[in-house]
């Protein structure tokens, strides 16, 4: 877990040309909320849309204990690839070096589904509003990131697109605020979403599709040592076409479906059994299913001033 939050510089402060020759050197170490994390990369072409999408992060400076040890190099090939390495070693194949940005966010990704034992770890988005968080426990093509970005652009504090960590023995929710990486169609629902948000390259013909990271934002990643406890839990269903609903269910059936969106659950064992019935006896449980970002924002608008109207 990261140190104490002492003031430090971010990675803006640091300047792109220092940043890069960090990456090239030693690393630049990064805290990504709990996680103390450092970077290296001999890729030069993610120089500058590593630097943008993590200018707001504290770049933690001297020797230090670090959480996770993450590289990008370029091994001999007949082909441009790239080779991820945490802690150095390789845990798959190399990949395009055009995907190199990706592959540098998925080794993320790996890194602490790997490790964070020390939380419940749901496959959840999650934000913020007034203190209490939003889950939204879904695999992949449900539509999370999506309703994450539109939140975060829409007054809520981001906390993560991908990791709801739940800290044990409590029903709080644990900031991981990072580049979340929207999919095909969603990129240009964004961008009409939300003009404002900043998106990194579109990076084409990964085995997700093309890929585009939308930046965090800046408040989400200053904030993200706040923790909050779970108010909503919302599994979401993106259906084309789909006429908007948002039914309330009965907590057993949340229990199993959120258990079975945990990475860690049968590793925790009994602890996670407790750990995932207080969460549902806690909070408010719902399946949403959408077609449109707006109404869904909208919906979950309502749904929470409706909650502090009643509190």
């Known amino acids: 877990m990261s140190s104490a939050h002492a003031p430090t510089r971010t990675i803006g402060e640091l300047g792109a040309a220092d940043f890069t020759r960090l990456l090239r050197s030693d690393g630049v170490g990064v805290r990504l909320g709990p996680f103390d994390v450092r970077l290296k990369s001999d890729v030069a072409a993610i120089d500058a849309p590593l630097f943008r999408l993590y200018r707001d992060y504290s770049w933690l400076e001297g020797e230090r204990v670090f959480n996770i040890h993450l590289a990008l190099t370029r091994p001999l090939s007949l082909r441009p690839r790239v080779r991820l390495l945490i802690d150095g070693r390789a845990p798959h ?70 990791f709801g960590l739940i800290r044990r023995g409590t029903c709080e929710a644990v900031p991981l605020p990072r580049p979340m990486p929207l999919k095909n169609a969603s990129i240009d629902v ?22 585009a990271h939308v930046k965090p934002p800046a408040a989400s990643v200053r904030a993200a040592h706040v923790p909050a406890r779970v108010r909503w839990i919302v599994f979401p269903q993106w259906l084309a076409g789909a006429p908007i609903e948002l039914t309330e269910i009965a907590r057993a059936e949340a229990f199993m479906t959120l258990a079975t969106n945990a990475f860690n659950y049968e590793m925790l064992g009994e602890e996670a059994f407790a750990a995932v019935g207080d969460l549902v006896a806690s909070a408010r449980c719902f399946r949403l299913r959408y077609s449109n970002l707006e109404e869904a924002v909208t919906l979950l608008n309502e749904l929470a001033d409706s909650d502090d109207a009643r509190h």
């Open 190 to 211: 964004i961008r009409g979403f939300a003009p404002e948000a900043e998106l990194g390259p579109t990076i084409p013909n990964t085995r997700k599709g093309t890929i």
């Open 93 to 162: 194949a190399d990949l395009p070096a055009g995907q190199a940005l990706a592959v540098l966010e998925w080794g993320l990704n790996l890194a602490i589904a790997l490790r964070s034992h020390s939380w419940l770890m749901l496959h959840s988005a999650a934000v913020e509003r007034g203190g209490r968080a939003m889950l939204f426990p879904a695999w992949p093509g449900a539509g999370k990131t999506t309703l994450c970005v539109g939140l975060a652009h829409r007054g809520w504090r981001l906390f993560s697109d991908e």
